[in-house]
T-cell receptor, first 114, second 114 residues
Framework: AQSVSQHNHHVILSEAASLELGCNYSYGGTVNLFWYVQYPGQHLQLLLKYFSGDPLVKGIKGFEAEFIKSKFSFNLRKPSVQWSDTAEYFC????????????FGSGTRLLVRP | GAVVSQHPSWVICKSGTSVKIECRSL??????MFWYRQFPKQSLMLMAT?????????EQGVEKDKFLINHASLTLSTLTVTSAHPEDSSFYICSAEEDPDEQFFGPGTRLTVL
């Protein structure tokens, strides 16, 4: 069965620090990969997605993610975080015959201190 | 971006009663909507895929007679939790697909069963 692992459950950073959140998935075939963000009290929003092509994907608000097929990873990065980035971040994948079914990771809560 | 609404945002009900949650795509038509459940501090788990004009597809372990899904139009899907019990208390989130491979999420409905 497909699964998504996010190893960092809680991350605390100071403003201007760099961010990298890990995401690994288990599926040997073609995958579509997503990062979603959920700000406090708000709904899930798409940060970025990877379907094919350039493995380095740029999303909104300065976020980017790199798909490394050999490592089954899709880590999220931001060079300099802001207080407003405080949120929960979810990695998700859909794959194979589950074309439209999103499998979510457990999420990472990010707290950015001013 | 596309907007998805849910109603109500919070509902409290007595054990044994039924509760209906609505999911609407406000500015687009969605042939496919999805219902997720999110437990506290956990990730989203897909419950079912709702297709307009046809029966919903339920994920393994989800009781279709307990969680009734109706997708009567291209902008509305409903989830009815029948004979609710305290263990059904959770956060229910819907999403709708505007384009293939991109889901837009509603703000969620918090259900508390007393």
């Amino acid at each position: 069965a497909q699964s998504v692992s996010q190893h960092n459950h809680h991350v605390i950073l100071s403003e201007a620090a760099s961010l990298e959140l890990g995401c690994n998935y288990s599926y040997g075939g073609t995958v579509n990969l997503f990062w979603y963000v959920q700000y406090p009290g708000q709904h899930l929003q798409l940060l970025l997605k990877y379907f094919s092509g350039d493995p380095l994907v740029k999303g909104i608000k300065g976020f980017e993610a790199e798909f490394i097929k050999s490592k089954f990873s899709f880590n999220l990065r931001k060079p300099s975080v802001q207080w407003s980035d405080t949120a929960e971040y979810f990695c998700a994948v859909n794959a194979g015959d589950s074309r439209y079914k999103l499998i979510f990771g457990s999420g990472t809560r990010l707290l950015v201190r001013p | 971006g596309a907007v998805v609404s849910q109603h109500p945002s919070w509902v409290i009900c007595k054990s044994g009663t039924s509760v209906k949650i609505e999911c609407r795509s406000l500015d687009f038509q969605a042939t496919t909507m999805f219902w997720y459940r999110q437990f506290p501090k956990q990730s989203l788990m897909l419950m079912a895929t709702s297709n307009e004009g046809s029966k919903a597809t339920y994920e393994q372990g989800v009781e279709k007679d307990k969680f009734l899904i109706n997708h009567a139009s291209l902008t509305l899907s409903t989830l009815t939790v029948t004979s609710a019990h305290p263990e059904d208390s959770s956060f229910y989130i819907c999403s709708a697909e505007e384009d293939p491979d991109e889901q837009f999420f509603g703000p969620g409905t918090r259900l508390t069963v007393l």
